[in-house]
């Protein structure tokens, strides 16, 4: 973690609990690395439009519903597939369990499935876009740094990326 190495580290929490509340096996960074704890206060009205997820399964164009299926038609039963920003997050929007691919996004999730339909954007986790997605069973979180050592541990089976823009030739520029 990032606070084991800093000069000066703020935690914000949600919730500030007494000394002792927490078991000790949920503990991701000890007390002794942080100078000063802040307590979170976000409304939904800090957050603006991004507070609620309704109509963020929006229609989207054929084209890339169409770029989403062809990519989904790739992958196959047992597959681990990181999904990039853009076009690939369209991907978990047509994945469903019985497929048995496990979605991956590289903030630190296992198991992405579709976008919700309805409810609060606090209510579920993010994709790398920062659009809400549900989890499906057997999901799992952790921090960017397990999600790239996943990768370079050769973890993923395949990767959908996003570009904006490809030659002829396939090269890619982000």
């Known amino acids: 973690a ?4 800093a000069d000066l580290v703020i935690a914000e929490a949600e919730f500030i609990v007494p000394v002792g509340a927490l078991d000790p096996n949920t503990v991701h960074t000890p007390g002794c690395y942080v100078d000063y704890l802040v307590q979170a206060h976000t409304t939904l009205d800090d957050l603006g439009s991004s507070a609620s997820v309704a109509g963020s399964s929006k ?8 770029m989403a299926r062809r990519a989904l038609a790739e992958l196959r039963a047992g597959d681990v597939v990181n999904l990039g920003i853009g076009i690939p997050t369209l991907v978990a929007d047509l994945i469903t369990p019985a ?5 991956h996004t590289e903030n630190g999730m296992l198991g992405v499935g579709p976008s919700p339909a309805d409810g609060g ?3 579920y986790p993010v994709n790398a876009g920062k659009i809400p997605v549900t989890a499906l069973p057997g999901s799992s979180y952790f921090d960017s740094a397990d999600s790239f050592a996943m990768i370079r541990g050769g973890h993923m089976d395949v990767a959908i990326m996003g ?3 490809v030659d002829e030739q396939a090269n890619l520029a982000n």
Not at 59 to 66: E, I, S, T
Request: charged share 25%; no cysteine; aromatic share 0%.
């Open 99 to 103: 497929h048995g691919i496990i979605m």
């Open 163 to 165: 570009g904006l823009e």
């Open 59 to 66: 229609k989207v164009d054929d084209a890339r519903m169409n």
């Open 121 to 123: 954007a606090l209510d």
């Open 2 to 5: 990032m606070a084991t190495a």
